[in-house]
């Protein structure tokens, strides 16, 4: 709550409204990955859960690309491009070893897997 009221610098030839809401975009993201963390009381039950995982994974490069892209400096949109396509290459590995127990266990839902 703090990083949020806190008084921001904001560069003058910014884009104020997309450079403002894409932290709070990320923010929102990663509590959406909290929210799907498996545990032993589950609630609610996805059966594609894996899937919806690696969809929302992909949303965060967005969530990059947009906060270089509205600083307005080719600077930042330059580490920005870096940072998407090395978060794509570190997410292709990943996928292809979480998807090598779902194809073990004939699933994709995290609770199966998790409850083996």
């Known amino acids: 709550l703090k990083l949020f009221l806190k008084e921001t610098i904001k560069p003058l030839h910014s884009n104020n409204i997309i450079f403002t ?32 995982f690696f969809c929302m994974t992909s949303l965060n490069v967005y969530v990059v690309l947009l906060s270089g892209w509205a600083s307005n400096s080719m600077y930042a949109f330059l580490g920005a491009l870096r940072a998407s396509a090395q978060t794509i290459s570190y997410e292709i590995s990943m996928i292809l070893i979480l998807l090598f127990p779902a194809f073990l266990q004939w699933t994709f839902s995290w609770n199966i897997m998790y409850n083996g």
């Open 21 to 52: 809401i894409t932290p709070v975009l990320g923010f929102s993201l990663s509590l959406m990955f909290w929210g799907m963390a498996s545990s032993s009381n589950m609630t609610y039950y996805l059966l594609f859960s894996l899937l919806l």
